[in-house]
């Protein structure tokens, strides 16, 4: 069983159009984050979630809206896509309780726009 | 603030060369630190950490030394193979619970030539 998984692991798509990546983790943590990283590596964190809450919100344009059904999920969509929005997006968890600091990343979805 | 700030790659090494892949740090309060890896293709994971000053982190040969006198945490191999070719993060936590957050390096890419 795969830890944290996200689907889908490729997406191509028209600029303008609007697009949902999923992530689910099995590790019963509580804290979940999403990730973009460039071309470059550059690795920037958007969004994270604790228990459903919103924690983090990294000056990311609206277009971007994060979702967390339950604990285990938390979903990406995307609207009005953008060539910039190209990048591969990485879902992540932790376990605040344990305040370890360390992060169970997923595959990366990765995002092509035309 | 905190940040960190680790060596511009790329970085490439015949097999069994030595390698370090320089880290410092600026934080406030005593913050842990970390190294990860990102395999091509995959997600990061964590390669290794150390939580306070004189910690010592090892992994798979790898080791970096938590020296809070140079705010650094270098990373170092003696002996590196091709399966060692990834790109590594150095990263610091800052926080606790809910309000904790990782603060990324940029990146350092690895070849390995056999």
């Known amino acids: 069983d795969t830890a944290v998984s996200q689907t889908p692991k490729y997406l191509v798509t028209q600029m303008g159009n609007d697009k949902s990546i999923k992530c689910e983790q099995n590790?019963?943590?509580?804290?979940m984050y999403w990730y973009k990283q460039d071309s470059k590596k550059f690795l920037k964190i958007m969004f994270s979630?604790?228990?459903?809450?919103?924690?983090i919100n990294e000056t990311v344009p609206n277009r971007f809206s994060p979702k967390s059904p339950d604990k285990a999920h938390l979903n990406l969509h995307i609207n009005s896509l953008e060539l910039g929005d190209s990048a591969v997006y990485f879902c992540?968890?932790?376990?605040?309780?344990?305040?370890?600091?360390?992060?169970?990343f997923g595959e990366g979805s990765r995002l092509t726009v035309l | 603030g905190n940040s960190v700030t680790q060596m511009e790659g790329p970085v490439t090494l015949s097999e069994e060369a030595f390698l370090t892949i320089n880290c410092t740090y600026t934080?406030?309060?005593?913050?842990?630190l970390f190294w990860y890896v990102q395999y091509p293709g995959e997600g990061l994971q964590l390669l290794l950490k150390?939580?306070?000053a004189d910690d010592k982190g090892s992994n798979k040969g790898f080791e970096a030394t938590y020296r809070k006198e140079t705010t650094s945490f270098h990373l170092e191999k003696g002996s590196v193979q091709v399966s060692d070719s990834a790109v590594y993060f150095c990263?610091?936590?800052?926080?606790?619970?809910?309000?904790?957050?990782?603060?990324w390096g940029l990146g350092t890419s690895l070849a390995v030539n056999p």
């Open positions: 992540a968890t932790d376990n605040s309780g344990r305040n370890t600091g360390e992060l169970f």
């Open positions: 590790l019963g943590h509580d804290t």
């Open positions: 979630y604790n228990n459903k809450e919103l924690i």
């Open positions: 934080a406030t309060g005593y913050p842990s």
């Open positions: 150390a939580t306070k």
């Open positions: 990263a610091l936590s800052v926080g606790a619970g809910n309000n904790r957050k990782l603060i």
